[in-house]
């Protein structure tokens, strides 16, 4: 089996779920007792959350660019980034590692497009829905990305930063994002994309009228493909 690295801590809550989804799919595709080969960096995230919300991306960037050189120092051949928003800056860590970056933009078109998707919804963080890193990517492969209206961006990416990445589960924010999912089926959306890695914390399949696809999953589904070529 392959050493692949997981940049994570962007939070620690779906950097766990990373971790369990890793050594289930292994132990699924291998049997026995197998479970992955990872090398896990775990940021802290509190200078990156403020870095993003400054604007300060440089700052955010140096963070990841340490984390993934120590990374490959220590062996691996494929690095994931353990979280959307900093898919941003993708390119940079890919660059810093000098190992190959799974995109989790790519099994996410890959799987939408299988199934015949057409016009997504978009749910993630505030810079992943408003700007183009993650959107843009999913329009190059022939899908139409809608994204929520400002008010419902700014439910979504609160939930994120101020629940979510604490392992707090509203039932009332559930809610609100359901309501999020319908008005996104209302102007079209024939899927929606959880594109944020603690998203798939508080949705999952069969809630609401929409196919979910959650990007946490996806990734890591990638990830034991890489493992256990």
């Known amino acids: 089996m392959r050493l692949l690295g997981v940049l994570g801590g962007m939070s620690w809550t779906s950097t766990a779920s990373y971790y369990r989804g890793l050594n289930e799919g292994v132990a699924a595709r291998l049997g026995g007792h197998h479970s992955a080969r990872l090398l896990v960096h775990s940021v802290d995230f509190g200078p990156v959350a403020d870095a993003q919300h ?22 691996a051949g494929a690095l994931l980034l353990a979280t959307n928003t900093m898919h941003k800056v993708a390119s940079r860590v890919e660059d810093a590692a000098g190992i190959p970056l799974l995109h989790i933009a790519d099994p996410t078109a890959d799987a939408l497009l299988a199934d015949g998707r057409a016009r997504v919804g978009l749910l993630a963080t505030r810079f992943t829905m408003e700007e183009e890193f993650y959107a843009g990517r999913l329009r190059g492969r022939g899908l139409e990305v809608v994204v929520p209206d400002p008010d419902d961006r700014e439910v979504v990416h609160r939930v994120i930063y101020d629940e979510l990445v604490h392992d707090v589960v509203d039932p009332g924010s559930r809610t609100a994002y359901l309501g999020v999912v319908d008005r996104l089926a209302a102007r079209g959306a024939d899927a929606v994309v959880l594109g944020c890695t603690e998203i798939g914390l508080l ?15 996806l990734h890591v589904a990638a990830g034991v493909d890489w493992l256990c070529a």
């Open 203 to 217: 949705l999952g399949p069969g809630d609401g009228p929409l196919p979910l696809y959650d990007t946490t999953a």
């Open 54 to 75: 400054t604007g300060d991306w440089a700052t955010a960037t140096a963070v990841l660019e340490e984390a993934a050189r120590g990374l490959s120092a220590g062996g």
